[in-house]
């Protein structure tokens, strides 16, 4: 008991709840604009591929090299390419302000992707009745592809929500805050090991906690 309390006994507790703070904040805040921007692009994607309803070969192959490309690039290099576009954005390319943008942009594709997977599972008679029946674009979208996607949508969001975590902690390399920043500036290059195993238990249980949360609502959205 004596080395444990001894090994963690350098530990700045405020520090460490501080950084989580960010990290949930950068995290969730991420997390929001990536939905609110990759639902849309996925969808467009779904529609506008090969043998759907509004085939574009064009469009679906300018969106997917996009796609492809954001996806492919190194999200550390993102980081760095970005800054003197989050600098203009937000003012600042540290802290939390300066990580949102490039986890934005980073995610986006990456979630949209996931959506268009999730939509191609749903069953292509449901889009056709829904059609017969005289529905409009947006109904069609909105009443029978998005709530038939919906499980897998919300697995979508939670594979997404742990990337996030991952891009968050790589962030504090460019000292964008949190427990990857954390890590960094006491566990890597003071060697307090202390600090890096205690930024690394509190990833884990993030992740675990998202993980477990967004199982629970993909089996709440399934079918029975």
Do not use: C
């Not at 056709?128 to 949508?153: D, H, K, W, Y």
């Amino acid at each position: 008991m004596d080395v444990f309390l001894n090994f963690f006994a350098n530990i700045d507790w405020s520090e460490i709840w501080l950084a989580t703070g960010d990290t949930m904040i950068m995290l969730f805040g991420s997390l929001f604009f990536t939905v609110v921007l990759g639902l849309p692009l996925g969808v467009l994607l779904f529609l506008t591929s090969p043998r759907q309803m509004f085939e574009q070969k064009g469009l679906y192959a300018l969106l997917s090299l996009i796609v492809n490309i954001l996806r492919s690039l190194p999200f550390i290099i993102l980081l760095i390419v970005m800054i003197p576009f989050t600098v203009l954005i937000t003012g600042t390319s540290l802290g939390v302000a300066g990580a949102i943008p490039p986890l934005v942009v980073g995610a986006t594709p990456f979630f949209a992707r996931l959506v268009e997977t999730a939509l191609r599972e749903v069953d292509r008679g449901i889009i056709e009745a829904t059609q017969s029946m005289g529905a409009t674009t947006r109904q069609i979208i909105t009443n029978a592809l998005l709530p038939e996607a919906r499980p897998g949508i919300f697995a979508a969001i939670t594979v997404t929500a742990i990337t996030l975590v991952s891009y968050t902690a790589m962030a504090g390399v460019v000292g964008a805050g949190g427990l990857g920043d954390l890590a960094i500036r006491f566990g890597y290059q003071r060697f307090q090991t202390d600090v890096m195993v205690v930024t690394v238990v509190m990833l884990l249980i993030l992740v675990q906690i998202l993980q477990t949360l967004g199982d629970k609502l993909v089996v709440h959205f399934s079918r029975k």
